[in-house]
Structures are given as C-alpha cells and as structure tokens.
C-alpha cells in the first residue's frame, strides 16, 4: 500500500479533531483540488458542466439540512420554501436596487434565516413527526404569499429575472464560468460545516440530537441551540435559492416546491445523516440518477423493445427504478453512501493485510 | 481486488463505452435532431401521454413521406416529471448532440430555460404556456410560445361571453374561476381591464392547489353570484370537479366558456362523461375531432404498417395539440432548409425559419398561423369547440380579440421584464 498509519500519535485533542486527521489527506485534498479546480473545467464538456454545477448546487442546500436533520435530529420539510426567501430576496435587491452578487447572496441567505427564526419559535416547542408537519406548513405559508403579494413575486407569473453575476466585470454565463462561481460556494460550506461540527455549537447540536434531556442537564440551552440550527440552516437553504436564481435568470417560486423539499430530504438520508461526506454523496447521487437511468434506458432499452415502447416507458421506468434504488440503499446499507464508502475506505486500508 | 468489487465496475465500464459508441452511431446519418422535453410522468401527465405521441406520430409521418427535403427529422424524447434541474440537464445533453432547437414543457422550465436559450441562439417553443410576454419577440428573440397566451385567450373568452350575451356586456356578471398559483392568475388583469372598457361585473373564485376539491366555489358560482357568464382556468383533476359541481348546481353549461386547459376529453370524461357536459365551451389553439387531412394520413400510416392508430389519438385535443407542435418544427426546418441553401440548418437558421411561418394552417387543424419576428405568439387564434353529442363541434371560426390591447400589453410587459435583467 502506498501510505502506512503506522508512526502516527495523537497528543493532544486538538490534533484529534482536526480537520486532516491523517498526513494522507492533505495530499488526498490537494489532489482533489487540482482534479476539480484544474483537470474538470479542461476535460468536461458543457453537458457534463451542467450536471456538475446542478450538483454543486444540490450540495449546498443539502448540506445545510443536514444540519438541521442530520446533526440536530430535528426533522424540516420546508427546504424548498426557505430557498425561495433566499430567491426572491436576492432577486428584489438585485432588480430594485442593483446590488451584486457578493451582497445578494448573503443578503438572501440572512432573510432566510430570520423567516427559519420566526417559523422556529413556536415550530420548536414540539418534537419529531409534529416539528416535520409545522415545516411543511412554513413550506406552503411562504408559496401562498409569494404568490399573493406582488410586491415580493414581482407580479408578472410570480417570477423575476435577474442577470447573471458579475465578478471582477466578466459576466458569467457559460457553464464553465458559472462551474467555479459555484464551486467557491459549495466548497465555502463544506468548509464551515466541517468546522461548525466540531465547534462548540455543533456538538450541542449533536448531544441534542443523541439525547435532548441529557442535554439540557449539562447546561445546554436547548431551545436556543435548536433555533441556532433552524437559522443556520435556513441560511443554507436560501444560499441555496439565490445560487439557483443565479444560475437559471430567474426566481421563481414554483422551482421550489414540496417535491424539492423531499428530494433534499433524501439527498441526505440516501447519503447518510449527520455527516458532510454523506450530504454531498447523496445531493450528487440524486440530482444524476434520473440522467443516468434515462440515458442507460434509451440507449440499451433498444435492444429489447421498439422505439415507441421506450418512448412509453423510460419515464416511467426511470420513476420506479428512482424509488427502487432509494428502497434498495435503505434496506442494504440504512447508514448511507458515506457508509458504504468508508466501508471501501477501511478495507483498502488494511490491504493487503485484512487479518 | 477481490471479485465483488470487480464485476460491477467490469460492468459499468462496460456500459460506458457502449454508451459512447451508441452516441457516436447516432450522429452519422442525414437527420436533423430536436430536443423534446415531454412529460409522461408528473403532474401534468394527463396532457404529456396524449400530446407526446401526437408529436412523434405527425414527426414519423414526415419522415415516412421522406423527411424535409431528403432530411430525417428525430425529436429525442426526455421527460422531466415537471421538474426544473432535470429540465436544464436535458437541454445541455441536446445541445450537446447539436439540436437545432428544443420543445420546453412547462412553465417553470420555460423560464428557467429562457435565459439559456439566448446564450446559446437555440430557439425552443413553449405552446400555450411559460411567459405570456414572450409572444414579443423583440424582447424575446429565441423563445416561441406558438399559440394563443393566456392573456388572447383570457381576451377571447371575454369576446365569446359578449357574442353568447347578445352582443353587449354592459351591465352583465362573469365569474371567473380560476387555479390559485401564477398560471391561473396571469389572464386576469386583462379579463379586469376589459371589465372596466366592457362595463361588466367581475368576481373572481380561487382554487387553491391542489385542486381536488371545488364544491364551495361552484356552489358560490352557481347559486350565490347567478352570474351571465362562467370563465373557467383551472387544471388538473379541478375542470372535471367544476363542469360536474355546476352542473349538479344546475348552472347551465352553456354559459360557461373553458380556457385551454380545461377544454381536454379527460376533463369531460372526468365529469362524468359527454351526458353530463353537453353544451360546455372549450378553448382550443388546435382543431379538435378527427375530421382533419394530417389525422387521416396519420391513420393511413398506421394501417399501412399494419397497425393499430395510438389509443392516445383518441383524446383529440391534447393529440392534435401534439400534431400542432412537430408540424410548426416541420415547417420551421423546411424554411430554415431554404436559408441554409440544403445545408443542416444551425439553431438561428431555424429561429429565422419560424419568423417566416405565414397563414399555416395544415388543413385546417390549425389557425391560419403567422410567426414574425415581432410575433411569436403567431397571431393569439383560439377557436370554440362546443360539447354537442359525443363531439367537440366547433362553435366559432378561428378568431381572436382586443388585439391591440393584448399586443400592447405584451409588449410593455416584456420591455419591463427584460430592461430589468440586462
């Protein structure tokens, strides 16, 4: 094997939670770097561009519930509506005042936190499925008012255009130049979540997640620490939506809707809940499945049915293998894609010497 | 490595060069490729299962006639199941196989594809949905809505109340019902203008999505406000539920006029079948019934295989709207084909190839459509189909209302919306 951990003591605690906890993965994250920073946007064609940047996007948003599901137990199926906050924010500052993207965004992820407080005030008395149906009521709360008030929506079928950001006065519109726009903001949150998890607020939300009474007998302010990770990922969720108004022109509500707040949902749990590795594997395995199962169906569906058929059944197909593969993963591996790759990890680990 | 990683890596490497060497097939021969985004899945399947097939048939047809001009045309099919990234992935994966231009489905998808298109020059078509302004085309250069926007139909309907009431509106009551999301609301403000110019009393009853239950607003309709009129855009399961519920409410059909998306055979089969919707109006951009020259050669070209015609032909208002769709592509092309002097025409050449569409009516199932490049919109036709018998007759030739008003509000709208974004 080309790396031994043999020779490596931990000391202190610090060097236990830091970030690389093994030499190897400095050199494992330079590399990852240079493939996406340098090789990607040389080799992958705009097609391929676009998935990715869809990923990138999905990562993000993903992440930020994990903190919320994953890392604080408290279940949200109100992703979709905090996304178009953070849409509709940034689009009104944009259009109505000419602000740039390095204002816009914080600025509709901030107006997502603030409505994530309100909804979790009177949301966080209550645990568990009664949380998951006072968020799914934020989810149509905030669609009913942005459909009704034109002052948000814009009043032209609720949606508004906005142009596409400007970074040191190049716009960026092809997909490779909105690739690195987007890259920057995934790798921003992979990079605060993985410190927020091990800071002080992170493992509160963890003992809150584990044992919520417990908790609170160690001094934790739960109802605070429960509000921390409402705003926080409601942040997430409406960095989310302006990156998506960014990359496609246009807010609009309807790109938001409970069907995107469940996909989130099982971006992270296909992934596996509480971890960051495990909220990016899910956000890409589900935003590429569909792709992947229609470009698999129409080019091979040919050998065994005519053109018609396929026509008929491939969307179909697609839905019924998407919740097949989800049922699959849950039952062969509950813990998730992270799971799974660490299990590959640790075997590669000790190879060749497995006993 | 141990065979139980082995395999299925050997097979999907496997899988992935077979894809590529299919990719590569593909490109080889003398056709013009289209990408179709159609939904058979989603929430608005009802329509994506019969129009689909009415696309790719009218598309088969040519192709069996020997394409246009010696090119075979291929739409390739993707559905999106109404969601916008899978929308956006697909558009990438067509251009990548040099589509000339794409067909959008859906409303969301329209605008979130509307920005793409004009990077990339690609024209795509967005028939009776997506941004009513983008009938503009000067503000609009590369998206084509085809058909009558909700704000011509919105303006036909209320053209059809005043020829139903006499020839005046003045003083009348119309109801209007409509499905509470953005689509629904959006002819209103020309329904309101035209309440003010036409003197009559407007009231409005919201159906919250997702529309599954309408008995209050029928039951307000039918024996409260007692209006002259009904205008009826809602979607989905509701347009059964509101036919049925007047018509349990005893309001009379016949003074109730459907946008064109309550005007499918499912809604009328939904409620109940053609008993209990005779007289009801419908709002169509496409020819309903069978009695057209391309249904009939559609037909002659399944017998001639020697087989049966598509069930989905059977619902003739969604289908024909299908047929409606590959023929403005057919003729788009055949006219992108003269500028590019035989050549495979680029994305612009059939942009251009759509602006010079005049009086196009294919035998009738269509209104005699007039793309320029001012007018994407094609002229905002509608015609009335009435339920009469076990039929959609036609109640009114094609026509079309308020125009000015209706081109001066598209043009305004679409100057807003676009200085905004630039």
Sequence with gaps: MFHSETRIFKTSYAADMALFPLPIARWAMAGLAFVFVVVVPLVASPYLMTLLNLVLIAVVGAIGLDILVGYTGLISIGAGGFMSVGAYTAANLVVRLGLPFWVAIPAGGLMAALVGIVVGIPSLRIKGIYLAVATLASQFIIEWLINHVTWISGGIEASIQVPPPVVFGYKLVTPQQLYFFLLFFAVVAIVATLNLVRSRIGRAFIAIRDQDIAAEIIGINIFRYKLYAFAISSFYAGVTGVLYTYYLGIANYEQFGIDVSINYLAMIIIGGLGSVQGAVFGAAFITLLPEATRLFLTDFGGAVFSQDTIRQLVPNLTLILFGGLIIFFLIVEPEGLNRLWRNIRNYFRLWPFSY | ?422
């Design chain 2, 1 to 422: 490595m141990t065979p139980k990683f082995a395999r299925p890596l050997a097979l999907s490497l496997g899988a992935a060069i077979a894809i590529t060497a299919a990719w590569a097939a593909q490109a080889a021969d003398k056709t013009i490729l289209i990408g179709m985004q159609c939904d058979r899945t989603g929430a608005t399947q009802v329509v994506g299962t019969k129009l689909c097939p009415g696309t790719h048939d009218l598309i088969d047809l040519i192709n069996s006639q020997g394409g246009v001009d010696g090119w075979k045309i291929d739409a390739e099919e993707v559905d999106n199941a109404y969601q916008v990234p899978p929308a956006i992935e697909e558009y990438a994966h067509a251009k990548q196989e040099g589509a000339v231009g794409i067909m959008i489905y859906g409303t969301p998808q329209t605008g979130a594809l509307n920005q793409r298109l004009e990077q990339d020059k690609m024209p795509g078509t967005s028939p009776g949905f997506g941004i009513a302004a983008s009938a503009a085309g000067k503000y609009f250069p590369y998206l084509f809505p085809i058909a009558a926007n909700y704000w011509s139909q919105g303006a036909a309907a209320v053209k059809f109340a005043k020829d139903q009431l006499g020839g005046s509106l003045q003083g009348k009551k119309i109801a209007y019902i409509f499905y509470d999301n953005p689509a629904g609301h959006e002819p209103l403000p020309v329904i309101q203008a035209l309440a003010k110019t036409e003197g009559f009393e407007l009231q409005t009853f919201a159906v919250p999505p997702p529309g599954v239950d309408v008995s209050s607003q029928t039951l307000a309709i039918a024996q409260q406000y007692r209006p002259d009129f009904v205008i009826d855009h809602t979607f989905g399961k509701a347009p059964a539920l509101v036919i049925k519920g007047l018509k349990e409410n005893g309001y009379s059909l016949n003074k109730v006029v459907a946008l064109v998306w309550a005007s499918g055979e499912a809604d009328i089969m939904g409620a109940g079948g053609w008993g209990v919707a005779q007289g009801y109006n419908t709002m169509q951009f496409a020819g309903a019934g069978e009695n057209y020259p391309v249904i009939k050669a559609i037909q002659a070209m399944y017998q001639k295989k020697g087989q049966s015609p598509p069930a989905a032909m059977q619902a003739t208002v969604y289908y024909n709207r299908g047929v409606e769709q590959g023929a403005v592509w057919v003729e788009a092309i055949r006219n992108a084909l003269k500028l590019s002097h035989g050549q495979k025409p680029t994305p612009s050449q059939v942009k251009a190839g759509f602006e010079m569409i005049r009086d196009y009516t294919l035998g009738g199932l269509m209104p005699p459509l007039t793309i320029t490049a001012a007018d994407h919109e094609g002229g905002g036709w509608v015609r009335i189909f009435r339920v009469t018998g076990e039929h959609l007759d036609p109640a009114t030739p094609w026509f079309r209302a308020y125009r000015n008003m209706v081109v001066d509000k598209e043009d305004k709208t679409a100057e807003q919306v676009t200085a905004k974004s630039n």
